[in-house]
C-alpha cells in the first residue's frame, strides 16, 4: 500500500472518549471505499455492525484472524491491524490505537501499518497524545490534530467492594482475578457481568447487554475495556495497578493507567477513578503524580516504537529468518522482543524435512504463513510448534489441503457445552485456532464450509459460556436457594416479613429489598451469620413472588405503564418495576412479550397468568392509542375492502402510519372518489408530499409507534420529539433521523418539520401566489414554526416551485404543469388531498431528497 498516494495523513491524538474512532467511521463513510485497523476482534465486530447500519451488509467487510465476512462488492472494511489487507487499494485508511506500537508482543504490527497503510486520499492515525513525537519522528508531514477529553475525570481514592457505586467497572488483570472479583460482586451486591479480550465477540455482547440494559450495575473486565469499548460507565475501579505482559510482572504505565480510567464518563458525563480496597490486595494506590497526570490528561511522551520488517524476502529461509531479525535503521524504533511467529519459524528451521521442503518462494511463504497461527490458547512456543508442523506437514504435501478428517475430530472434540466456565472458554479458544486455519485461503478443501461451521461452533459455545457465566455471577445464588425452598427445617423457625416498601427481614433484621420480583440484597446488614440469613429469606421469598404474581394478574390497568428510556429496551413496568421486555413479534401492533429473568423462578401456571396479563393490557393500550393503525391493519386484512383502498392502506399501516407519498403515488392514483372518502373516515390524510394520519402525531400514539418499531427491530428505545415541537435540527445519526421520520417529521435538509404543517405550509403558499407570476412568501409562515430559510427553500422546491433566477430576492414561481382550482385548495376538510391531486409532480419532487 506504500505505492499508493499518502495526501493528506492526518494523526488524531487525544486521552479516551474524545471520539477518535466516531470521528474516522464518519470520515470513512464519507470516502468511496475505506478501512479502518483496530486492536481487537471485538472492536471491529462493533465498529463493523455501526458502518453497516450506515451502508447496508453487501458494502462493509468484517476481516480478523478468525472471521471474515466479505461480500463482493464490499468498500468499506473493518479489519484488526494484523488482517489489513495492505495489498488493496482503499480512498481512506485508518489505524486505531497506533500508540500499541510500544507493546513488545504485537508492537512491531502497529508500527509496520503505521508506516506503510495509507489512504489513497485520506489517511488517518488514532492514538493518544503521548504519539506525537513517533509521528513527527516517523510521519513528519502528518497534520496532528489534538482531541480534549469532553469531561472531567476524577480520582475518587480507593472504595470497598461492597460501597461501589452503580454503573462501576473493576478492571483485573488475570482470568482468575476477574473471576473472584465477580463472584464477591455476586454475594454482595447482586451481580455482575464479566468482559475479557478472550470472550467471543457474542459472549462480550451478551454480557455488555445486561449491563448496559441495567440487569446488572457492575462490570468486571481485564485491560480490554481500555480499547474503545464504549459504555455507559460512571466509575472505574482497580483491583490492581500491576499486570503481567507476557514476560514480568510490572506496575502500568501512566498511560495504560489513563487508558483504562478513561473509560468513567462518556461524552458531556464526568467520571470517577480510584482502586478496590480488598483485603491483601498488593496492587498498592496510585501516587499524587500519577493521579494528576491522569486528571490533566498529561502523560510522558513515548520515546520509541517496537518494529519488524514488514515485508521480508521469500528467496530463501535463511534471508527470510535474518529479515525478521535485522534491527531498524531509525533511531526511533527498536527491534521488536521475538514474537511466537518467528520463535515457531525458527524452531522449525532447525528440521531437515522443514527445509527440504521450502526450496521455493510459494513453499516459504506458506511456511511463513503457517507460522502465523496465533496461539489462542496460550500453549506456548514448544506445543504451539508442534501444532504448526504437523499443519505445515499437511500444507506443503499431497494436493496441499489439510486432512478433513483431521479437521472434523478436533472440532468435534470441541463439541460440547458441558463444563464450567473456565472449560467453556478454552474450548473456545480451541475453536478459533481451527476457524483461523478455516479462513486462510487454499488450506482446506471447500473451506467455506468449515469456515462455517466453526462460526456455528463458536456462537454455540458463546451462548453456553454466557449462560454459564450469568448464573456463576447473577443468578445462580438466586436460583439454588429458590429451589430449595424449606429444605432446612431449622430456618423455616425464623420469621421472614416483607413490608409494603420491599424490606426484606429475617428474624426483624433487614437484609434486603424486594423491589417488583427483584430481590437486591442491602449490604449494610449486620448479622453474625449474613450468609444463614440470606439464605432463609430467600428460600422463603418463592411465596411472596407467587403471591405477587397472582397480584399482577388481578391488577387494574392503572398498574402498568410502558417503560420508553432512550438508549433501553422498550419494557412493561408494573408498579414502578421492570417485568418483561417488548421484543419482535407477528406483527407491529402485536410484539412478543419476554417476562424478566427474575420471574423465572415462578411456576408455570404463575408465569401463564403474568404474560396473559400483560398481553390483556397492551393490546387493550395498542386499540386505544393506536386505533387508527389498527383499523388500517384491519381493513388492509379485509377481503371486502375495495383493493386500491387496501393498496395504500396495507403500506401505510406497515410504515406506522406516516408514509411519504411518493412511496405510495401509485395506489393513490388509482384510488377513486369512494375510495378517498372511506380512507378519509378511516383518519388518512393525503398530503401533497405525505400521507399520515393526524391523530398518530400526537405525543402518546407517536411515543407507542416508536416503541412498537424499536422492538420489531430488536433496537433500544430511540429519542421522543419534545411535545408540541413542530420543527428541529435534522439528526446527525442515521438511526435518530429514521425514528424522526416516523415520528411524523419531513427532513427539510438542516432541518425537520411536522408532516401535518409541511401540508399547511404548502396551502398557504398556494393562496399567496397568483398564477405563475413570481411572488414573494409571507416570512411569517415560516419563522412562526422556526423554520430558517434554508429549510423553507428546500420546502418550497418539493411543493414545485423554483426561485426565479432574476428579480426580487426570495421570489418563487409556480412550476405545475396546469393551474389548481382556488376554491377546491380552499375548500375546507380537503384542502390537503385535493391540492395534492391537483399537483402529483410536486409530490415526487422530494422523493429523492
Request: aromatic residues 6%; charged residues 25%; glycine residues 8%.
Amino acid at each position: 500500500m506504500s505505492n499508493f498516494s499518502a495526501e493528506p495523513v492526518v494523526a488524531v491524538l487525544g486521552p479516551t472518549n474524545t471520539g477518535k474512532t466516531h470521528l474516522a467511521i464518519e470520515r470513512m463513510c464519507g470516502h468511496s471505499s475505506g478501512m479502518i485497523g483496530f486492536p481487537l476482534r471485538l472492536l471491529a465486530r462493533e465498529v463493523y455492525d455501526r458502518v453497516v447500519a450506515i451502508k447496508g451488509k453487501e458494502r462493509v467487510a468484517l476481516l480478523t484472524g478468525e472471521e471474515k465476512l466479505l461480500p463482493p462488492h464490499a468498500q468499506y472494511y473493518l479489519t484488526t491491524a494484523e488482517s489489513m489487507p495492505l495489498d488493496r487499494e482503499f480512498a481512506f485508511v485508518a489505524l486505531d490505537e497506533a500508540q500499541l506500537g510500544t507493546d513488545p508482543e504485537r508492537g512491531h504490527v502497529f508500527t509496520d501499518r503505521l508506516l506503510r497503510a495509507r489512504g489513497r486520499e485520506e489517511t488517518m492515525i488514532l492514538g493518544s497524545e503521548a504519539l506525537r513525537p513517533m509521528i513527527r519522528a516517523l510521519v513528519p508531514k502528518a497534520e496532528i490534530i489534538g482531541r480534549p477529553r469532553f469531561s472531567t475525570l476524577t480520582y475518587a481514592g480507593a472504595t470497598k467492594l461492597s460501597r461501589l457505586p452503580p454503573r462501576s467497572v473493576i478492571v483485573a488483570f488475570s482470568a482468575e482475578e476477574v473471576y473472584a472479583v465477580a463472584e464477591m460482586l455476586r454475594r454482595l451486591r447482586g451481580g455482575a457481568a464479566v468482559v475479557m479480550g478472550a470472550l467471543s465477540p457474542r459472549t462480550r455482547n451478551a454480557q455488555v447487554a445486561m449491563f448496559q440494559a441495567g440487569e446488572v450495575d457492575y462490570l468486571v473486565a481485564t485491560d480490554a475495556i481500555g480499547m474503545g469499548l464504549n459504555m455507559d460507565v460512571n466509575h472505574v475501579a482497580f483491583a490492581s495497578l500491576r499486570k503481567f505482559d507476557g514476560r514480568r510482572s510490572r506496575r502500568l504505565t501512566i498511560s495504560e493507567m489513563a487508558q483504562i480510567a478513561g473509560r468513567a464518563g462518556r461524552h458531556q458525563r464526568d467520571g470517577t477513578f480510584g482502586t478496590l480496597a480488598l483485603e491483601g490486595n498488593s496492587g498498592g494506590r496510585f501516587e499524587d503524580e500519577e493521579v494528576d497526570a491522569i486528571e490533566a490528561h498529561v502523560f510522558p511522551s513515548i520515546d520509541h516504537l517496537y518494529w519488524r520488517e514488514g515485508q521480508p524476502s521469500l528467496a530463501s529461509l535463511d534471508k527470510l529468518i535474518g529479515d525478521l531479525e535485522r534491527r531498524p535503521d531509525r533511531q526511533v524504533l527498536r527491534a521488536a522482543p521475538q514474537a511466537i511467529d518467528l520463535a515457531v519459524l525458527k524452531r522449525l528451521a532447525e528440521e531437515d524435512w522443514v527445509r527440504d521442503r521450502t526450496k521455493s518462494q510459494p513453499m516459504i511463504a506458506r511456511l511463513w504463513a503457517a507460522c502465523g497461527l496465533p496461539d489462542f490458547r496460550k500453549t506456548g512456543p514448544e506445543p504451539h510448534g508442534r501444532l504448526v508442523a504437523r499443519v505445515f506437514r499437511h500444507l506443503s504435501e499431497d494436493d496441499g489441503h489439510l486432512p478433513v478428517s483431521w479437521f472434523a475430530d478436533e472440532l468435534a472434540r470441541l463439541d460440547s457445552v458441558q463444563g464450567d466456565v473456565e472449560t467453556l472458554a478454552d474450548r473456545i479458544a480451541g475453536v478459533r485456532t481451527w476457524a483461523y486455519i478455516a479462513h486462510r485461503q487454499g488450506w482446506l478443501a471447500d473451506a467455506e464450509t468449515w469456515a462455517e461451521r466453526t462460526r456455528t461452533l463458536e456462537e454455540k459455545l458463546s451462548d453456553a459460556l454466557h449462560q454459564r457465566l450469568t448464573q456463576r455471577f447473577v443468578d445462580r445464588r438466586t436460583s439454588v436457594l429458590m429451589r430449595d425452598l424449606g429444605a432446612k427445617g431449622g430456618d423455616l423457625l425464623l420469621p421472614v416479613k416483607v413490608d409494603e416498601e420491599g424490606i426484606v427481614t429475617v428474624d426483624g433484621e433487614p437484609i434486603g429489598r424486594l423491589i417488583g420480583f427483584r430481590f437486591k440484597a442491602d449490604h449494610l446488614a449486620r448479622h453474625g451469620d449474613m450468609k444463614r440469613l440470606m439464605a432463609a429469606a430467600e428460600r422463603r421469598l418463592g411465596t411472596e413472588l407467587a403471591s405477587r404474581a397472582r397480584q399482577l394478574a388481578a391488577d387494574e390497568d392503572g398498574h402498568f405503564t410502558l417503560a420508553t428510556d432512550a438508549g433501553r429496551p422498550v419494557a412493561i413496568f408494573w408498579r414502578g418495576d421492570v417485568v418483561a421486555r417488548l421484543e419482535k413479534g407477528r406483527t407491529l401492533l402485536s410484539p412478543r412479550i419476554r417476562l424478566h429473568r427474575a420471574l423465572d423462578t415462578l411456576s408455570t401456571a404463575d408465569r401463564s397468568g403474568v404474560e396473559e396479563r400483560l398481553a390483556a393490557w397492551l393490546e387493550a393500550r395498542v386499540q386505544r392509542e393506536l386505533k387508527p393503525l389498527t383499523r388500517y391493519f384491519e381493513a388492509a386484512r379485509d377481503p371486502a375492502c375495495p383493493a386500491s383502498l387496501r393498496a395504500l392502506l396495507s403500506p401505510l399501516a406497515e410504515a406506522g402510519g406516516v408514509i411519504s407519498r411518493s412511496v405510495i403515488a401509485s395506489a393513490i392514483e388509482h384510488l377513486d372518489r369512494d375510495g378517498r372518502s372511506r380512507a378519509e373516515r378511516l383518519d388518512v390524510k393525503i398530503g401533497t408530499l405525505d400521507v399520515h394520519s393526524p391523530t398518530l402525531l400526537k405525543p402518546e400514539p407517536t411515543r407507542w409507534r416508536l416503541a412498537l418499531f424499536a422492538a420489531a427491530e430488536g433496537q433500544m428505545m430511540p429519542e421522543l420529539p419534545v411535545p408540541g415541537a413542530v420543527s428541529m435540527n435534522t439528526p446527525p445519526d442515521t438511526a435518530a433521523c429514521e425514528a424522526m421520520v416516523r415520528a411524523g417529521f419531513r427532513a427539510l435538509g438542516a432541518q425537520m418539520l411536522r408532516v401535518d404543517l409541511v401540508e399547511r405550509l404548502a396551502r398557504l403558499a398556494h393562496d399567496a401566489r397568483s398564477g405563475r407570476t413570481p411572488f414573494t412568501p409571507d416570512p411569517g409562515l415560516s419563522t412562526s414554526l422556526g423554520l430558517r430559510h434554508a429549510s423553507f427553500a428546500q420546502l418550497m422546491l418539493a411543493l414545485g416551485f423554483r426561485a426565479t433566477p432574476q428579480g426580487e430576492p426570495d421570489a418563487w414561481v409556480w412550476k405545475g404543469k396546469r393551474e389548481p382550482r382556488k376554491e377546491v385548495i380552499r375548500r375546507p376538510g380537503n384542502a390537503f388531498g385535493a391540492l395534492a391531486d391537483l399537483y402529483p409532480g410536486a409530490a415526487a419532487g422530494n422523493a429523492g431528497r
